[in-house]
């Protein structure tokens, strides 16, 4: 298996970094910014909201080929539900970034932190369950 290891951001929507980061370039295309100088990006706005089929679709073609994205996984279930018996609505996510395809290089699980060790073990039974549809999922600490 070869392993790669990706550079980029966690967002790329942060008007902090306007005048430092982007300079004069239009809000609009901060993220083709972003994909000139990184390899990848993290979507944060995947865990607060689920996000429409044409916005994936947007942000997978204003980006090069070779760029690709990790997505945080929906507060409903890493926090709501706990990651306990969420095969449908990791699957309806999953649905929502099928526009990404090869492009969707990681789901991140951002677990409450004094939960962890018990939400990861949680993953891993939750797995077998939702192989079929998430093929290269990670939890991240």
Known sequence: MVSKAYIGTSGWNYKSWREDFYGDTPQKQWLRFCAERFSSIEVNGTFYRLQEKSTYKKWRDETPERF??????????????????????????????????????????????????RAAGRVCDESAALEQHATRDRVSP
């Open 68 to 117: 690709v994205f990790a997505i945080k996984g929906h507060r409903y279930v890493t926090h709501n539900k706990k990651l306990l018996d969420v095969e449908e609505p990791v699957i309806r996510c999953r649905e929502s970034a099928s526009p990404l395809g090869e492009r969707l290089a990681a789901v991140a699980a951002p677990c409450l932190l004094e939960k962890k060790y």
